[in-house]
């Protein structure tokens, strides 16, 4: 009796086992089973090089198998990518154009680098800023070297983004080197033909931010709001405007531009949306960035005044949105959080919004609020004089701080709760009041930008100028943790503090000291140093004393000074 066996895929197997009587078919059924696994083996090598770049990469730049981390602070975006050996090798100094696919799609352009991987020191280097494409699937950048392995990695920095604004040529400030992700210096302005007016400031390459210069306009300025409403004013001229634009940025070869086109009215509204949206298509299209820098909302009452800017449609178009510093600290702590509720709402996602804060003071009086810079300001709360006509030896007179007496109505400098400012209020003219940024201050405005979900910080003025308020104090520790620091001054920081040099002198504590002069004559200094609660001003008043007149009026004479 013959037992069948098993069943192999082409058949039934004969009979007589190894040696049966059909061998030569046994060794055909090997044969066949040894073709498919080869051709198997074949085609799993083909998708393999396929999905994994492999021989069928014809890029500059190909998928690794390396397996390496992103270091501390960073994340992976793309991919660990490595040179096309195939596609031979790169003279130094020889542009070339790279994209390479996320590894997730987003809508956050933040902090994007493109990097290359150091096998001598096992660490990550920063190559060149990248630009995310408007789908958020492409990052691309135009490299003059041919690293071995790149990637592009985001800078996570718990504060996001930190854009630091500068004049033409300005030096960045100490505390802000190294702790910046994108610099906008201003730049350029809008020419009356269309076309873009200025020079490029000269800054020194640095991948760890990215450089947007800026096209400014604004009202204060002679002549510069006109030319932007001509510009607006037809679709002609906006056109025109935008391929200048986008000239000076490819000329320059630039990652993108910054607009900041102030004051504009609600006549301008549509416009400058229109404007906005037709450069934000035509830099997109180039894989460049657009930034917009304009003035937040006016809250009035329930109501919030755009004037000219259409945050909505502005929000759609920029790929990032920085509001410029809100001047009316007498409102900021009941006006501002509404108006960032209102402007997240408008721009989506929030992250694209972006607080910018100032190291200027604030002056209000009834002509409106003017920035100055914090020296100028305790130059005015440190200004001196002695009350009365003659200054005598042996005698006692009044030294007053002019605009810190409260015995004359002024209010001293004062930490403010209601504002969460260091301020005081003065006449001249009327009433003006002077707010002060600092470390203090700073700190308050900070902590909206957790609160409303805000892409990072912005600096109005992020030179190192020494008559500005260094903001940086409160800024570098927020950038490092993304929590603010939220301290009050102490008060006894804040009270003036006097000094003769000759002669006593008795403090009011009230902004005026009544000073004792010396017996001889001479000339004298009374000085008053002030404090914001973080720096010292001081000022000093030369005192001419004189001799005391100690002669008898005669009958009929005129009396001393009279």
């Known amino acids: 009796m013959t037992r069948r066996g098993g069943q192999l895929p082409w058949g039934q197997r004969g009979a007589g086992g190894l040696y049966g009587s059909e061998p030569r078919r046994g060794y055909g059924r090997l044969a066949i089973m040894a073709l498919i696994v080869v051709g198997v083996l074949g085609l799993g090598y083909l998708l393999f090089t396929k999905v994994f770049g492999g021989a069928s990469c014809d890029k500059y730049y190909c998928e690794s198998g390396q397996d390496l981390g992103a270091p501390a602070g960073f994340e992976l975006v793309t991919k660990v990518f490595e040179f096309n050996k195939t596609k031979g090798s790169i003279a130094a100094g020889t542009p070339v154009d790279i994209r390479l696919p996320v590894a997730k799609a987003t809508t956050d352009a933040r902090n994007l680098s493109f990097y290359q991987y150091l096998a001598e020191t096992k660490t990550w280097e920063p190559v060149t800023p990248a630009r995310l494409d408007p789908q958020g699937k492409e990052v691309s950048a135009t490299l003059t070297s041919a690293p071995k392995v790149i990637a592009v990695l985001r800078r996570n920095a718990p504060g996001g983004m930190v854009i630091a604004y500068l004049p033409h040529n300005g030096t960045l400030h100490h505390d802000a080197v190294g702790k910046i992700t994108m610099l906008h210096t201003l730049d350029f302005t809008p020419a009356a033909d269309g076309g873009v007016d200025g020079e490029l400031s000269a800054v020194k390459a640095d991948p760890s931010f990215q450089w947007i210069p800026t096209i400014s306009a604004r009202g204060d300025v002679k002549g510069q709001l006109p030319i932007v409403q001509g510009i607006l004013n037809s679709a002609k001229t906006r056109s025109a405007h935008v391929q200048a634009i986008v000239k000076k940025v490819n000329d320059a070869g630039l990652a993108g531009i910054d607009i900041e086109y102030l004051d504009l009215t609600v006549n301008e509204r549509t416009s400058f949306a229109l404007f906005i949206s037709e450069l934000s298509q035509v830099l997109h299209s180039q894989n460049k960035q657009l930034t917009v820098t304009a003035p937040p909302p006016l809250k009035n009452q329930d109501r919030f005044e755009e004037g000219g800017y259409d945050w909505a449609e502005i929000g759609k178009d920029a790929d990032v949105v920085q509001i410029a510093p809100y001047r009316d ?173 000759k002669g006593s002198f008795e403090d009011s504590r009230k902004g005026y000291i009544k000073w004792s002069t010396p017996a001889e004559a001479g000339t004298y200094t009374v000085t008053l140093t002030l404090s914001d609660g973080v720096a010292l001003f001081q000022s000093e008043l030369p005192a001419n004393v004189q001799p005391r007149d100690t002669r008898t009026p005669v009958a009929g004479s005129p009396t001393p000074g009279g």
């Open 329 to 501: 600290q007498g409102k900021y702590r009941t006006d501002m959080p509404a108006i960032l509720q209102y402007l997240a709402g408008q721009v989506q996602p929030s992250t694209r919004l972006v607080l910018t804060v100032t190291p200027y003071a604030t002056q209000k009086d009834d002509t409106g609020l003017h920035p100055m810079r914090v020296t100028d300001a305790m130059s005015i709360a440190t200004k001196l004089a002695v009350q009365g006509e003659k200054l005598q030896t042996g005698s006692q007179v009044i030294v007053s701080g002019v605009n810190i007496n409260k015995e004359d109505g002024r209010s001293g400098i004062a930490w403010v709760p209601e504002v969460a400012c260091v301020a005081f209020t003065y006449e001249q003219n009327g009433g003006r009041t002077v707010w002060l940024e600092n470390f203090f201050s700073i700190g308050f405005k900070l902590q909206y930008i957790d609160q409303f979900k805000l892409g990072g910080v912005a600096v109005e003025d992020a030179s190192d100028d020494i008559y500005l308020g260094n903001i940086w104090t409160a800024l570098v520790p927020y950038i490092s943790s993304g929590q603010p620091i939220l301290m009050q001054p102490n008060p006894q920081d804040l009270q003036p503090k006097w000094t003769t040099s």
